[in-house]
């Protein structure tokens, strides 16, 4: 059994506070408005969850999701991560999230931005190319011919393997595109952003990416 702490309790968050519940885990969830409006939340969760603040959420994590609009990952507490996984699912909306220039000129990635406010975090890429809504339906058995596929990518192989892991009990393959630095070929407006697509079509599209769009 482990300890989810997640920040940030949008349609994202929700959903993989779900999952992961479902599967035995515990959750600690936070978002930016406090604890008191997650009580719906939680109370749908069970006993397996609790509100708390984001800084409470980083601390009881064992492993850790950041969900939260690109715009405010600086507000990502740093030190109770340190040592520990953090599954990002951001993506980069300039509509909401302002203009960022690394970003729009292809020097870095959305991920990569979130490891560099977490150095001491190992930082992976999660669930940030799949319809929220989709999460806890669009899952099926291992060997599935039509197993829809998620992008993991990290900097670090524990990280990567245990979000394989990960998909794999929620029902989906996993198609590495590690490191970091490659995590651009599935963010916002590629080729397999959004697309259920099976192992084999997302290693396609995947490889289809181009730099900037």
Do not use: C
């Not at 609790?50 to 994590?61: D, F, S």
């Not at 715009?71 to 340190?82: C, K, Q, R, T, Y």
């Not at 590495?176 to 259920?196: F, K, N, T």
């Amino acid at each position: 059994m482990t300890t989810y702490g997640i920040i940030g309790a949008g349609h994202i968050g929700s959903q993989v506070a779900r999952v992961v519940v479902g599967l035995g885990h515990d959750v600690v969830i936070a978002n930016s408005r406090g604890p008191h409006t997650l009580v719906d939340l939680v109370a749908e969760l069970g006993d397996r969850a609790r509100a708390a603040t984001a800084q409470e959420a980083a601390e009881a994590a064992d492993v850790a999701v950041v969900t939260v609009p690109l715009h405010a990952i600086g507000s990502i507490p740093v030190e109770p991560l340190a040592g520990k996984v953090v599954l990002d699912t951001n993506n980069y909306y300039w509509e909401r999230d302002g203009r960022i220039d690394a970003l729009d000129r292809g020097e870095t990635t959305t991920s990569a931005l979130l490891q560099e406010h977490l150095p001491k975090s190992k930082v992976v890429k999660a669930f940030n190319h799949i319809v929220a809504a989709e999460i806890t339906t669009d899952g099926k058995p291992a060997g599935a011919p039509d197993r829809r596929a998620l992008v993991v990518s990290s900097d670090f192989p524990e990280a990567a393997r245990l979000v394989t892991e990960l998909y794999d009990a929620a029902g989906y393959d996993a198609v590495d595109v590690s490191p970091l630095s490659e995590s651009w070929r599935i963010e916002r407006d590629r080729p397999g952003y959004g697309v259920p697509l099976t192992r084999t079509e997302l290693e396609d599209a995947l490889a289809k990416a181009t730099r900037t769009v």
